[in-house]
Structures are given as structure tokens and as C-alpha cells.
Nanobody, 125 residues
């Protein structure tokens, strides 16, 4: 049974950093594509960063250069390093996984079957 558990969210001031973690169980992270998404109130869930099983990464323009996705195969954990955070980054952050994600669909929420429960990130100005 695939399970994803996010952690690392919190409240920081604008310009600060956070590192989110997504602990996976029931499968090996290196064999699935995985992504980070976020959803702010009354907004659609948007894809931020993803890594495919072949190592391909993709970032949304809104976070490119500020966020970095990585994974630790030994810990079976996905990470999202977030720097230069802005109030507009405030949202619930989710990790997602699926064994079959197309290169073109890495940031599309419809491509992922498995989701974590989310972790809240709040950035104050």
C-alpha cells in the first residue's frame, strides 16, 4: 500500500527558507515519478516541481531558481528545498507519486494517483 507523509511546513518570514519532506512507503521512490504541488484557498492545485523515475526534473516558472526537488533513495524520501519565500507561496503543500507519468505531464495533478495529506506553509511579509 502506497503511503506518502509530508512534513516540514511552518511559518516563516518573507525571504526565509523551508525544506519539505515526503516520506514514502509501499514502493521505492526511485521507481516512481514524484511531484510537489500546492493549493491556496479558492485556487486550483498547481504543480511546482517533479522528478521522473529517469531523473528528469521539471519546475513551474513561478518557483524556478528558488525551489529544488531532490530525493534520497536510502531514506525513500522526497524533498523540496524552498528559498526566497514570498507571501504568495502561502499554501498547503502536497507530494504525489505515480509509476506512470509522462514527461509532459510531470506538473499535471491528473497524472498522479497517490497523494499525501499535505503540510501547511505560511509566509508573512
Amino acid at each position: 500500500q502506497v503511503q506518502l507523509v509530508e512534513s516540514g511546513g511552518g511559518s516563516v518570514q518573507s525571504g526565509g527558507s523551508l525544506r519539505l519532506s515526503c516520506a514514502a512507503s509501499g514502493y521505492t521512490v526511485s521507481s516512481y515519478s514524484m511531484g510537489w504541488f500546492r493549493q491556496a484557498p479558492v485556487k486550483e492545485r498547481e504543480g511546482l516541481a517533479a522528478i521522473r523515475s529517469d531523473g528528469t526534473t521539471r519546475y513551474a516558472d513561478s518557483v524556478k531558481g528558488r525551489f529544488t526537488i531532490s530525493q534520497d533513495n536510502a531514506k525513500n524520501t522526497l524533498y523540496l528545498q524552498m528559498n526566497s519565500l514570498e507571501p504568495g507561496d502561502t499554501a498547503m503543500y502536497y507530494c504525489a507519486a505515480d509509476p506512470w507519468v509522462t514527461r509532459g505531464g510531470l506538473l499535471q495533478k491528473s497524472e498522479y494517483r497517490y497523494w499525501g495529506q499535505g503540510t501547511q506553509v505560511t509566509i508573512s511579509s
